[in-house]
């Protein structure tokens, strides 16, 4: 079982949620402008480093992180939360909130830069939680088969669909380089999705051990009650008296058997056992 599933229960997908949705009003309320002035653009980029506009460069670097926040509607954001919290729940409760934040982080930036790499001067806006989102898939392909329980019918469904996703996305890629971009249709950068999916995965393999099914129960083990305290009792006469210890060499009699192999009582109690009186 995974050290970090009983301690960390799953809190920062819930929190990105919201903080998404927060986003989401906060933007509609400021217009386009506020979406566009945090969304990243290659070329604006690009300028600011032809420009060594340090100023520009800083705001547009904060921008692989920024537009992870941003969505283009509620459909947009919808979708995307749906798959995160199908997936981001089981991850981070395997990985724990350290770990998965990190590897979130890392793989919206991973994203970012993908789509960077091959459009050096677009100047179409990207936004949308879709690359990080993408790297939760990867951490899932490689908890999935790293975890202490390994693949189950449940995971290995998660993992097929994944597998489904991940085709369909590459082929996607590849027709944007080969057929001439419409204008009408809506760009998706699938790039992102798949430089999302790699640092999501990449990041696991180093933040996420394979486990040892022994371990599961090691948390579990149960541990004898230590019976080695003296104990004491009250006689007749009003004396404190001393029970012998129950150890492994030493037990107190539990069975005829030991009562006929015990050793003699002393000699006080033989004296008293005399003097008893039948009823």
């Known amino acids: 079982m995974s050290k970090y599933r009983d301690e960390n229960a799953p809190a920062l997908v819930p929190m990105l949620v919201f903080v998404n949705f927060a986003v989401l009003l906060l933007t509609g309320a400021a217009g386009a402008a506020a979406v566009l002035d945090w969304a990243f653009v290659p070329d604006r980029l690009t300028d600011a480093l032809v420009d060594f506009d340090i100023l520009g460069i800083l705001h547009n ?34 990985m724990g909130s350290g770990r998965f934040g990190v590897a979130y982080l890392v793989a ?18 990207l936004v949308g939680a879709s690359g990080a989102i993408a790297g939760v898939l990867g951490m899932y392909m490689v908890v999935i088969f790293r975890r ?81 305290e003296p104990r004491w009792f009250i006689d007749d006469n009003g ?12 037990k107190a009699p539990t069975t005829m058997a030991d009562l006929q192999g015990s050793p003699p009582a002393p000699q006080d109690i033989q004296d008293r056992d005399d003097n008893l009186i039948s009823v």
């Open 239 to 250: 004396d404190p008296r001393q029970l012998p210890l129950e150890t492994n060499e030493t």
């Open 108 to 125: 919206a930036i991973v994203g970012a830069f993908g789509h960077y790499v091959f459009n050096l001067t677009s100047n179409d806006p």
């Open 61 to 94: 670097l904060a921008t692989f992180v920024s537009y992870a926040f941003l969505h283009a509607g509620f459909d947009h954001y919808l979708s995307n939360m749906i798959l995160f919290l199908a997936f981001g729940l089981f991850v981070e409760r395997e």
């Open 148 to 228: 202490s329980r390994g693949v189950t019918p449940f995971t290995l469904l998660g993992a097929a669909f994944i597998v489904h996703w991940l085709v369909g996305q590459a082929f996607s890629a590849v027709r944007d380089f080969t057929v001439p971009f419409d204008a009408n249709d809506v760009h998706v950068a699938y790039l992102t999705h798949l430089g999302g999916f790699v640092g999501g995965l990449i990041l696991a393999l180093f933040l996420f051990e394979k486990q040892d099914p022994e371990d599961e129960g090691a948390d579990n083990s149960f541990t004898p009650p230590d019976n080695t």
